[in-house]
């Protein structure tokens, strides 16, 4: 298998378009008659230790892992080294200046329908590393009136509950920010190892390597910084490929994926129970997967294991990587600052 491996680091999704927002126009309220039990049904995905000789070959790692983990279309690996510059210094003293532009999420539920109208990808405001630390701390505090690390099960509910019928409007989150996190330091251990991101796309096994020119968060990673509850929308990578997601610091994050040989099942629950027709007339016949690339649909994955399409959750916490399998359909949100 000659692997192909979109990278991103974690220190949130989505294309946009400058200082432009998107508009969709977004079936009714989305949470299911059993209330939030569906939170504690769905799977746990597999999550693997690589001995450090394993490690020393990521995609020869990936390559051995794949049949059994690409049944559930995400893993969890955790790295059997650890950072010794952590992100904060890296982003703030090996990276001068570095500041970065937020884009504004609202925090709802779409109907999907045309009497809804959602904007994405509203410009935010820019940060420092530090600036944006304080303000996602700031909101968490005033949200649990408290600054310890909270459960991931009532973090996940409290998330549903605030997006399906909670009062906060929106959050900023800093998605697709060109860079890394990953230290040049020479005394780093997973800096120099062949997991850090930025060489990742290069090694012998990447087709990737071929590329003539750069093209950022596929040969070369990007940065994703967010606050409570910023999220990632339901999504695919671009061209099927894989992709793999380190987390430096911070607070925990949920993920959700969809096995890719779910992927048209996925889809078509979604035009169905998700999207109204009306909003699908003027997209052709690929008009499911064109909204869904746009990375602005999000809903509760009980909808999907109420119509037999499989889902597997994992909670990512600093010092572990997330891969996703090409097709698998996936989505996801932080639980405070990262």
Known sequence: MVSMVRSEDDVLHGKDNGNNFKEIKCKANMVGSNGM???????????????MEEFEDPLSYLEKIAPAASKFGICKIVSPISTSV??????????????????????????????????????????SFREYEKIANRLFAHKF????????????????????????????????????????????????SKWNLKDISRLNKSVLRLLETSIPGVSDPMLYIGMLFSMFAWHVEDHFLYSINYHHCGASKTWYGVPGHAAYDFENVVQKYVYDGEILM????????????????????????????????AVQEPGEFVITFPQAYHAGFSHDFF
């Not at 039990?37 to 001995?51: L, Q, R, V």
């Not at 779409?110 to 820019?126: Q, V």
């Not at 909270?150 to 009062?167: D, M, R, Y």
């Open 145 to 192: 009136s408290t600054s310890a690390n909270l459960p991931a099960k009532f973090v996940e509910q409290e998330f549903w509950h605030e997006i399906t019928s909670g009062k906060t409007e929106f959050v900023e989150y800093a998605c697709d920010v060109e860079g890394s996190a990953f230290s040049k330091s020479a005394n780093d251990p997973l800096g120099n």
């Open 86 to 127: 952590p992100a904060g210094v890296v982003l703030m003293k090996e990276k001068s200046g570095f500041k970065f532009t937020t884009r504004v999420q609202p925090l709802k539920v779409a109907k999907w329908d045309s009497d809804d109208l959602t904007k994405y990808y509203m410009s935010g405001r820019k940060y």
């Open 282 to 313: 003027h997209e052709g016949v690929d008009a499911t997967f064109n909204l869904l690339i746009g990375k602005t649909t999000m809903f509760p994955p009980e909808i999907l294991s109420e119509h037999e399409v499989p889902v597997y959750k």
């Open 37 to 51: 039990s569906w939170i504690n049904e769905i799977p746990i995905c597999p999550t693997f230790y690589p001995t």
